[in-house]
Every structure is written in C-alpha cells, then in structure tokens.
C-alpha cells in the first residue's frame, strides 16, 4: 500500500502561482510514475503531467504546458507541481497518483501515461480556485 498526501492548494488571482506538493508513504516503489490529476466541477478527471522517477522524464498535457513545473524530491519521497501564470480553467481538485513504472515504455517512447486507469493509489486531493 502506498499512501500520497497533498497539499498547498488555495486561491489566487489569475495569472499567480501556486505549488503543490504531494507526500508519499507505505511501500513506496523502487521505480515509478507519478502524476497529477485534476478534475473540474462537472467535467471528468483529466492529467495534467506525469514523471518517470527512474529517467525523471516528464510530460504535459497541452493546456499546461510551458506554465506547470513537475518535480519529485527522492529524499523526502515528494511530488512537487509548480503552477505558473494560473488561469480561472485551472480551477478544480488536483490530485496525486502513483503506479510501479512499466518494465519498458511504449511504442512511442512514454514511460508513464496521464489516464486515471494508469495508476493505483490516489491521493484525497487539493482545491484549486483561480479568480478573474
């Protein structure tokens, strides 16, 4: 079992920042993905990166890119997302996930996906509320 823990949420004005953070604890892999999640009122639960610890590669979806930072401390076993220039589209629940690493990546070269079906645990999440 492997227990994830965010926090850091809150609110900002449009075009602030925000970091989140994410604590894992348990039986925490050796080699693993992590990602972030979000999930908007009445919209379905969308990724928004994702980090191969072994490599530490990372991807973005599109609407994130070039404004989100992933990053995961091995130290303290912390998933860090480092929010730029945010947007009110940003607004809703982020939440952590965490899976054991394929044993090779995909045809297209991608370690970890950013399907909610990817991963296993899940942490309780963190609100997210960007005001215009």
């Known amino acids: 079992q492997v227990q994830l823990v965010e926090s850091g949420g809150g609110s900002v004005q449009a075009d602030g920042s925000l970091t989140l953070s994410c604590a894992a604890s348990g039986d925490i892999y050796s080699d693993f993905c992590m990602a972030w999640f979000r999930q908007a009122p009445g919209k379905e639960r969308e990724g928004v990166g994702a980090?191969?610890?072994?490599?530490?590669?990372?991807s973005y979806s599109d609407s994130v890119k070039g404004r989100f930072t992933i990053s995961q401390d091995s130290t303290n076993n912390t998933l860090y997302l480092q929010m730029n220039s945010l947007k009110p589209e940003d607004t809703g629940m982020y939440y952590c996930?965490?899976?054991?690493?394929?044993?090779?990546?995909?045809?297209?070269?991608?370690?970890?996906?950013?399907?909610?079906?990817?991963?296993?645990?899940w942490g309780q999440g963190a609100q997210v509320t960007v005001s215009s």
């Open positions: 980090i191969y610890a072994a490599g530490r590669s990372t």
């Open positions: 996930a965490t899976v054991r690493a394929p044993s090779m990546p995909t045809p297209s070269g991608t370690w970890c996906g950013m399907a909610s079906s990817d991963y296993k645990y």
